[in-house]
């Protein structure tokens, strides 16, 4: 047993002068790379390459930055401490490990000059995307892009990024697309070179149509607007603002004139086609097809829209001074009065609420009512046509019930006032009575009219009308059976006579 530990022995100080050096290569090389990586990030802190990138890929508002000094420095330690392991088992003549390590460091810098290249063009592509980003915002903005749309025009509480840096920062990313394919074909990356390759070439011969596109929208949004505003400020002066404003159209649109109104038609009806041309220059079929037919409908109701859109506006007008003349006719014959004559108040009604405005009201309600059924069945709205007949039939009927209803008032006054001058006993009892008896008839006679609750309105009369008789004949029969007996012995004795 002491013999094999003393071979053993022998052995290991007989090895140990070969295994010092290894171990020496290993223990400095660690060091130098350990130095090296730390020299390394020290170089690029000082560059700050984790916020610059961080800035481009993120932008500046990026929450976190990318760790890109670390991975390069750490890439410099490994890739060091490859070398001083080949090394390291080359001292110690251990060739089955060594092999592979120097097959991986012969690829490693067979491909470094393709790693510089693409580094190269990834940089050439960064400087060219940030010259053309940057001359492109400082166009836009001496431009005043952002101040001519509504963007620039927004609230500043909306976050609302401005159009000359979205597309600044578009003109940016599509420089690296641009350059993507020549950075994969440096890294020989054949395989995700083909399909970018294909996309892009699909992309740059649909960029003709969308260029052309653009250009109709933008033309025909162009001449839209200058249309709009060149046919608004004529008629502006010519005076159909005025002329709305007498009409008392001006209460209708608010605060849109009636020149802008039809300058915004115009624009519409032009801006429509355009967009439709552009998407037609897009080759989107799918889209220009119904947009199309649409179109077609369109362009046909224009003649029935614009026919419907005459006859209201003429009925308006007619309806205003129609309106106006009744009201003045009626306060001329003294109907402001009616209230007072009807016992309702005993006060005239001050304001523009006369009765004789509210008559006036009616009667352009009714012309604007007739105006709309006929302008319906010009564009061919059946359905809202027989309704608004229906309507002005209901109408018709409540009028007429009030009108009823309004002259039992004024006959039962009359009445009342005729009992009362009579000078009879118990007069005022009867006048009472008769008003009401009038005013009951009338009430009925004017719901029937008004076509409402009819079968309600008739057994309520019926059963009124009953019990009134039956109490006649009960008082005529109980209280007065000696007046009714003398009554009918005469009756009898006048008949025998004859």
């Given at each position: 047993?002491?013999?094999?530990?003393?071979?053993?022995?022998?052995?290991?100080?007989?090895?140990?002068?070969?295994?010092?050096?290894?171990?020496?290569?290993?223990?400095?090389g660690f060091?130098?790379?350990?130095?090296?990586?730390a020299?390394?990030?020290?170089?690029?802190?000082?560059?700050?390459?984790?916020?610059?990138?961080t800035?481009?890929?993120?932008?500046?508002?990026?929450?976190?930055?990318?760790?890109?000094?670390?991975?390069?420095?750490?890439?410099?330690f490994?890739?060091?401490m490859?070398?001083?392991?080949?090394?390291?088992?080359?001292?110690?003549?251990?060739?089955?490990?060594?092999?592979?390590?120097?097959?991986?460091?012969?690829?490693?810098?067979?491909?470094?000059?393709?790693?510089?290249?693409?580094?190269?063009?990834?940089?050439?592509?960064?400087?060219?995307?940030?010259?053309?980003?940057?001359?492109?915002?400082?166009?836009?903005?001496?431009?005043?892009?952002?101040?001519?749309?509504?963007?620039?025009?927004?609230?500043?509480?909306?976050?609302?990024?401005?159009?000359?840096?979205?597309?600044?920062?578009?003109?940016?990313?599509?420089v690296?697309?641009?350059?993507?394919?020549?950075?994969?074909?440096?890294?020989?990356?054949?395989?995700?070179?083909?399909?970018?390759?294909?996309?892009?070439?699909?992309?740059?011969?649909?960029?003709?149509?969308?260029?052309?596109?653009?250009?109709?929208?933008?033309?025909?949004?162009?001449?839209?607007?200058?249309?709009?505003?060149?046919?608004?400020?004529?008629?502006?002066?010519a005076?159909?603002?005025?002329?709305?404003?007498?009409?008392?159209?001006?209460?209708?649109?608010?605060?849109?004139?009636?020149?802008?109104?039809?300058?915004?038609?115009?624009?519409?009806?032009?801006?429509?086609?355009?967009?439709?041309?552009?998407?037609?220059?897009?080759?989107?079929?799918?889209?220009?097809?119904?947009?199309?037919?649409?179109l077609?409908?369109?362009?046909?109701?224009?003649?029935?829209m614009?026919?419907?859109?005459?006859?209201?506006?003429?009925?308006?007008?007619?309806?205003?001074?129609v309106?106006?003349l009744?009201?003045?006719?009626?306060?001329?014959?003294?109907?402001?009065?009616?209230?007072?004559?009807?016992?309702?108040?005993?006060?005239?009604?001050?304001?523009?609420?006369?009765?004789?405005?509210?008559?006036?009201?009616?009667?352009?309600?009714?012309?604007?009512?007739l105006?709309?059924?006929?302008?319906?069945?010009?564009?061919?709205?059946?359905?809202?046509?027989?309704?608004?007949?229906?309507?002005?039939?209901?109408?018709?009927?409540?009028?007429?019930?009030?009108?009823?209803?309004?002259?039992?008032?004024?006959?039962?006054?009359?009445?009342?006032?005729?009992?009362?001058e009579?000078?009879?006993?118990?007069?005022?009892?009867?006048?009472?009575?008769?008003?009401?008896?009038?005013?009951?008839?009338?009430?009925?006679?004017?719901?029937?009219?008004?076509?409402?609750?009819?079968?309600?309105?008739?057994?309520?009369?019926?059963?009124?009308?009953?019990?009134?008789?039956?109490?006649?004949?009960?008082?005529?029969?109980?209280?007065?059976?000696?007046?009714?007996?003398?009554?009918?012995?005469?009756?009898?004795?006048?008949?025998?006579?004859?």
């Amino acid at each position: 047993m002491q013999e094999m530990f003393n071979r053993a022995l022998d052995l290991i100080v007989a090895y140990l002068p070969n295994l010092i050096g290894p171990i020496a290569i290993l223990v400095i090389g660690f060091l130098i790379a350990f130095v090296v990586a730390a020299l390394v990030r020290m170089a690029l802190r000082r560059t700050t390459l984790d916020s610059r990138l961080t800035r481009l890929l993120f932008g500046d508002e990026a929450d976190k930055s990318v760790p890109v000094e670390n991975a390069i420095s750490k890439g410099v330690f490994y890739l060091l401490m490859i070398f001083v392991l080949v090394e390291f088992f080359q001292a110690l003549q251990l060739t089955a490990i060594t092999g592979p390590l120097n097959k991986l460091l012969d690829t490693t810098f067979a491909y470094l000059p393709s790693l510089f290249g693409a580094g190269v063009l990834l940089l050439i592509a960064w400087m060219l995307a940030t010259v053309l980003r940057r001359v492109m915002l400082v166009t836009l903005q001496g431009a005043k892009l952002d101040e001519r749309l509504a963007c620039g025009q927004a609230d500043t509480k909306t976050k609302c990024a401005p159009l000359s840096k979205t597309l600044s920062d578009v003109v940016y990313w599509v420089v690296f697309i641009l350059f993507l394919p020549l950075i994969l074909d440096a890294l020989r990356l054949q395989g995700a070179l083909e399909p970018i390759k294909t996309l892009l070439n699909r992309v740059f011969d649909f960029v003709p149509s969308i260029i052309g596109a653009g250009l109709i929208i933008l033309i025909g949004w162009f001449l839209a607007r200058l249309i709009r505003q060149v046919v608004s400020n004529l008629l502006a002066a010519a005076g159909l603002d005025r002329l709305s404003d007498r009409l008392g159209l001006s209460e209708t649109l608010g605060e849109l004139k009636l020149s802008g109104l039809i300058g915004l038609v115009l624009y519409v009806l032009i801006l429509i086609p355009v967009i439709i041309a552009g998407l037609s220059a897009l080759k989107l079929d799918a889209v220009t097809q119904p947009a199309s037919a649409m179109l077609g409908k369109i362009m046909d109701a224009l003649p029935l829209m614009f026919g419907a859109a005459l006859v209201l506006v003429i009925s308006y007008i007619v309806a205003r001074i129609v309106a106006t003349l009744v009201t003045n006719v009626l306060a001329g014959m003294g109907f402001n009065n009616v209230l007072i004559n009807l016992g309702i108040t005993k006060k005239p009604t001050q304001g523009g609420k006369t009765p004789a405005a509210i008559v006036g009201m009616l009667a352009l309600a009714t012309i604007m009512i007739l105006a709309s059924i006929e302008a319906s069945r010009m564009l061919k709205f059946d359905t809202l046509a027989d309704l608004l007949a229906k309507l002005l039939v209901f109408g018709g009927h409540i009028l007429m019930g009030l009108i009823i209803l309004g002259v039992g008032m004024f006959l039962a006054n009359v009445v009342a006032k005729s009992v009362l001058e009579s000078g009879r006993a118990n007069a005022g009892m009867l006048a009472t009575a008769a008003r009401v008896v009038v005013l009951v008839l009338a009430g009925a006679m004017a719901l029937r009219q008004m076509d409402i609750a009819n079968e309600i309105v008739n057994l309520a009369f019926g059963l009124l009308l009953g019990a009134v008789a039956v109490a006649v004949a009960l008082a005529f029969g109980l209280g007065g059976r000696e007046s009714a007996a003398k009554l009918i012995e005469e009756w009898r004795a006048s008949t025998k006579g004859k």
